[in-house]
């Protein structure tokens, strides 16, 4: 079994800072890309960053210069901290990553089930 946790979600005030964290557990041989994206009701669910096997990140325009994403191989956990938070920022956000399972052939997309971000006074 193969599976995507997120955690590090909750209330923030605007200008606050959140951290999100994200472990895939299970039987994973390897992992690729990794990334987080967000959801608020309404709208489709958007890339805000992901971050390549070798650290190498790339961001939302509305994110960039705000958040960091980062990534942690050794744990197979990916963490985004988010910096000078508005209320654009409240969505469900979703870890996301490219997962080999041990024993099967290529990649597979595998999500978490989310955790909600709400920016508000």
């Known amino acids: 079994q193969v599976q995507l946790v997120e955690s590090g979600g909750g209330l923030v005030q605007p200008g606050g800072s959140l951290r999100l964290s994200c472990a895939a557990s299970?039987?994973?041989?390897?992992?690729?890309?990794m990334g987080w994206y967000r959801q608020s009701p309404g709208k489709e669910r958007d890339m805000v960053a992901t971050?390549?096997?070798?650290?190498?990140?790339n961001y939302a325009d509305s994110v960039k210069g705000r958040f960091t994403i980062s990534r942690d191989n050794a744990k197979n956990t990916v963490y985004l901290q988010m910096n000078s938070l508005n209320s654009e920022d409240t969505a469900v956000y979703y870890c996301?990553?490219?997962?080999?399972?041990?024993?099967?052939?290529?990649?597979?997309?595998?999500w978490g089930r989310g955790t909600q971000v709400t920016v508000s006074s």
């Open positions: 996301n990553a490219d997962v080999r399972v041990r024993y099967t052939f290529g990649f597979k997309t595998m």
């Open positions: 299970g039987s994973i041989s390897s992992i690729n890309d």
């Open positions: 971050v390549t096997s070798v650290g190498n990140g």
